[in-house]
């Protein structure tokens, strides 16, 4: 399935660069490498791909800077590969702009999930917000605040219906916490991942069919809460 | 010259001979009361510059004068008028009080110019203890400003910590210490000593100290204290009679408090050091794993993406080539995490978090090596309130993932593998259960050892006998436990006890508000 016209891979390890190219091929018309910073900034400028795939370890600049850059002069999603683990690490990345990562050594298969995650969701964003957003059975509509599960109301608090609400526009995308609280709480003071614990765990209460397996509502260990609606 | 104590004398002396020369010579001219006028300046001017012993003889050598010279009948003692007496009388008192009222007020001034010079050294004490850079510059500023201030009987003064005493102390001191334990313990105890110069030592309450006089070659040890520890010493030797009553008393008892002040700025900045070194060390750590874990895991990743497009154009051996650097990722990710469990500052943050929430991460993170096993998950019943307790979440998740890759790994296909939550006293139970062959009584221990040879026994030979070790030094840094029993039935249980706690935002508000103020 071609869900896009172009899609750019930074990597400065040739190899690697060729076989996530092969793989993405599946998925694009065309493959654009780069090898360094400079080249992805300049391939952007010149023919804005529709999703970057960014290796952080390149020659030539710092990862994230590329990652920082590459943001500033467009709005499609960048897909990192990161060899560090470190949750830190992540929350910075999602901060500067990564829409997803993937941690080295990785599996083609896992990374062309990212990639169509990534272009499924750039798809629903270039669309109109939507009135009613669909999770497997449930069903928010958006414009009288309401979560239906098979046609039976859920009760949601405000800050539970929040939390869903801005986790169900992006989905497929990791919130930090701190991007998280900010938009339901509106403040960055407080101890965001406390209020998401307990807020978290009572949404799921609520809407998962079994809280302790969530399918819906994802903790990314460290670093914050995914949406991930059903195939 | 004249001896410095003759001076007022000799003054007093000179200005009655000049006057009664002068007066005698014009006694024509002036009556007895000029004279005894210019007598009573000569008393108050004598009694300002010598005090009051020159002024009162003074006077009264003044009133004999004034009775001899001056008054009918001249050159004679005799006195021939009543009102004469009088005059005579009214002067000798008129000088005694004035020369009273002079040499109070005299000595007064001199007190309060004592007292103003005292105060202005105790405030130099202070000043010096900031002006120096280095607590070390501060102590020699402080102890040269007390030899200065205690003048020349004062032949040596040195302040230094203790019981480290960092060979600042003088060896006469160190001498008599290490020769009399009790003299070492009473310091410590915090009394002070006196060390005469054949080394005997005696001690005595630092409060006594103005009660003390030093002779020549004596040296007072008085204890610098913060709140009852004794932190360091201060010794004065004297090179000649030192008497400490008064002042010197109180500025030996005030340097105390300020070498106190110093060695309590230097163990602080000490400290800080410290600190900042095992700072540094734990950052250049990070920065070498980092890279190595980069330079391990990129040609990983390569040779993972070149095997999976050869698995995908029909390569045979491509699938087991997969695996192998699956299995090489997973060691190096062990390895690299033995190294950062050792850096200094890796601290883990536990903090309140929900048992399903940690289970619900487990699941997700297993799912991919079920391979035909099931992972069960039973949580209590519990109405309203989640299950939870106060851990590192990503820590508690990498337990509980190795814990559950284990056991996977020892159950057959078709099998399942239990994970369970509840609360076990004050703790929050997590345990991990397999039907798997269990483990030997005698291993129950060993298999928590960094690599220890068990693995090579394991089915799968390429465990090196990481995980455990990591998990159990994990759930260690968070005031946990991670215990080994046989399952009731064949099989084993691991079980991860973690402090219990409530899921509440209330439970943590003194908590947030101050991360808050720390962040």
């Not at chain 1, 869900?3 to 091929?25: C, E």
């Not at chain 1, 069903?139 to 109301?153: E, I, K, P, S």
């Not at chain 2, 190096?332 to 940690?358: C, M, Q, S, T, W």
Request: charged content about 25%.
């Amino acid at each position: 399935m071609q869900l896009a016209d172009r899609i750019l891979v930074v990597d400065d390890d040739a190899q690697l660069r060729r076989s996530i190219a092969q793989g993405l091929r599946d998925v694009a018309r065309s493959v654009v490498e780069a090898g360094t910073g400079g080249e992805a900034i300049a391939h952007v400028e010149r023919e804005p791909p529709e999703l970057v795939v960014l290796d952080l370890g390149l020659p030539d600049l710092d990862g994230f800077e590329v990652c920082r850059t590459l943001r500033e002069r467009t709005v499609v999603p960048i897909v990192v590969l990161s060899a560090r683990h470190g949750e830190r690490e992540k929350v910075r990345l999602l901060e500067a702009g990564a829409d997803d990562y993937v941690t080295k050594p990785f599996s083609l298969t896992e990374l062309l999930a990212r990639v169509q995650a990534q272009l499924r969701r750039a798809v629903f964003y270039v669309q109109a917000t939507p009135k009613t957003i669909a999770l497997g059975d449930l069903t928010l509509d958006l414009a009288r605040r309401t979560v239906t599960r098979g046609g039976a109301a859920v009760h949601l608090t405000p800050v539970e219906w929040s939390l869903l609400r801005v986790l169900a526009m992006q989905p497929g995308r990791t919130l930090t916490h701190q991007q998280l609280f900010h938009a339901v709480w509106g403040r960055t003071y407080g101890d965001a991942k406390l209020h998401l614990r307990v807020h978290v765990t009572h949404l799921r209460r609520k809407i998962e069919a079994r809280p302790a397996e969530p399918t819906l509502i994802v903790t990314e260990p460290g670093v914050g809460y995914r949406c991930e609606p059903p195939a | 010259v004249i001896p410095r104590a003759w001076r007022p004398w000799l003054l007093g002396l000179g200005a009655l001979v000049v006057t009664t020369v002068a007066l005698r010579l014009a006694r024509d001219g002036v009556n007895q009361a000029h004279a005894t006028l210019l007598y009573l300046l000569v008393v108050l001017a004598v009694s300002a510059k010598g005090g009051r012993g020159v002024g009162l003889t003074t006077a009264a050598v003044a009133s004999v004068l004034i009775d001899y010279f001056f008054q009918v009948p001249y050159d004679d003692f005799d006195v021939a008028r009543t009102v004469d007496v009088l005059a005579l009388l009214a002067f000798m008192t008129t000088a005694l009080v004035a020369t009273h009222l002079v040499t109070t007020a005299r000595a007064e001034a001199a007190e309060a110019r004592r007292r103003t010079a005292e105060a202005w050294t105790l405030a130099r004490l202070g000043a010096e203890t900031l002006r120096h850079a280095s607590p070390d510059a501060a102590l020699d500023g402080l102890a040269s400003l007390a030899e200065r201030t205690l003048g020349a009987a004062c032949a040596r003064c040195v302040l230094c910590g203790w019981p480290a005493i960092g060979g600042r102390a003088p060896d006469d001191v160190l001498a008599a210490l290490r020769a009399e334990r009790r003299l070492a313990d009473a310091l410590a105890a915090g009394r002070a000593l006196v060390v005469a110069a054949n080394g005997a030592g005696g001690t005595f309450e630092p409060t006594a100290i103005e009660r003390l006089s030093l002779t020549a070659g004596e040296t007072v040890v008085l204890p610098l204290r913060v709140e009852r520890r004794v932190v360091g010493l201060l010794t004065v030797r004297a090179a000649d009679a030192l008497p400490l009553a008064g002042a010197p008393g109180r500025l030996l008892t005030a340097l105390a408090h300020y070498g106190a002040l110093v060695l309590e700025w230097r163990r602080a900045s000490d400290e800080a050091a410290r600190e900042a070194a095992l700072g540094e060390a734990g950052r250049l750590r990070e920065v070498v794993l980092a890279s190595l874990s980069h330079d391990l895991r990129t040609p990983l990743a390569t040779i993972t993406a070149l095997a999976q497009d050869a698995a995908g154009h029909g390569d045979a051996t491509a699938p087991a080539i997969v695996e192998q650097a699956g299995r090489l990722a997973r060691l190096v990710e062990n390895v690299l995490d033995l190294a950062r469990l050792g850096a200094p500052g890796v601290r883990l943050d536990p903090a309140v978090n929900a048992a399903e929430d940690v289970i619900g991460a487990v699941v997700r993170q297993t799912r991919g090596v079920l391979d035909g096993r099931a992972l069960r998950v039973t949580l209590p019943d519990d109405d309203d309130e989640p299950l939870a307790g106060r851990f590192d979440f990503v820590a508690t998740l990498r337990i509980l993932g190795n814990l559950v890759e284990n056991a996977l790994r020892v159950t057959p296909r078709g099998a399942e593998v239990e994970l369970s939550a509840g609360v076990d006293g004050e703790h929050l139970a997590l345990a991990v259960a397999d039907r798997g062959p269990g483990i030997a009584p005698g291993d129950r221990e060993v298999i928590f050892r960094p690599f220890h040879r068990l693995g090579e026994r394991a089915p799968d030979g390429t465990r090196l006998g990481l995980g455990l070790a990591i998990a159990r030094h994990l759930a260690e840094a968070q005031q946990g436990t991670l215990s080994y029993a046989a399952r009731a039935g064949g099989g084993s249980v691991f079980t991860l006890r973690l402090p219990h706690a409530r899921l509440t935002i209330d439970a943590e508000a003194s908590e947030s508000s101050e991360a808050s103020l720390r962040g």
